[in-house]
């Protein structure tokens, strides 16, 4: 497609340009990582899933649910009701057929800084590799506490800033030149995966989002390295429960 525009990583206003992106990235979406990640990237779901604790067999909200894969992971741990919300509706379109007609899950297509959910209706969050691409992801998280049940779990799967030698030579060789070629021969769309290696190095670190967690309600707030160490959870629980 020729008059495909690419967002600026880091830029305030990038939301519609990156929906647009997903939107056409769509159809090449699960290939591309399965190939990308080298099928790693299913496992650092499973234990983003983990991190749940009990609130994965509650109500749940998948967070920029993308092609559902951890939709469909939250109904394998059996949870009640999933709420999976994302704004680029082809990719939901293009997750749907993952599930079962009588499945529990409610598809929402909106954005993470306006989520038209209730306040405090559900037991757990869990945002895999989304709220790098949202321009304020303080108002994101604002939303995630209000949305909570006190003393229920954000689990936050991501590719933040790298911090160690090791993730930085990982990042700036494999995400910078590697990446983008592996990423356009998949989906014919280079720019996009050039514009999410360099959404890496425009967010925050892991460090840095578990504080801005803590300052808005969340404790118990743990960041965990994957293997390799490119991929981070950062996990807290909303304030004012018992758990
Ligand atoms: C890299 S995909 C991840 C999808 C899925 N969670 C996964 O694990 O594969 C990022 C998703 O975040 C969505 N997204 C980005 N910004 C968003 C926003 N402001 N509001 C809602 N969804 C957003 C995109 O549309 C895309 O589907």
Known sequence: MANRSTPVAGAADRAPQVREMFDTLAPTYDRAN???SMGLDQGWRRKAIARLGPAAQGDMLDLCAGTLDLTVM???AGAARIHSLDFAQKMLDAGAPKLSSDAPVQLV???AREMP???GSV???IAGFGLRNVPEVERAIDECSRVLRPGGRLVVLE?????TL???FLSGTYNRFILPILGGVVS??????SYLAGSIDAFVTREAFGAIMEDRGFTDVRCEAMFPPVADIVSGTRSGGAA
């Open 34 to 36: 399965r190939i990308i």
């Open 74 to 76: 939250l109904l394998d």
């Open 109 to 111: 297509t909106a954005d």
């Open 117 to 119: 959910l209730e306040d």
């Open 123 to 125: 037991d757990g969050i």
């Open 159 to 163: 590719f933040f800033q790298p911090t």
């Open 166 to 168: 090791v993730s930085q």
């Open 188 to 193: 014919g769309y280079g720019g996009a995966y």
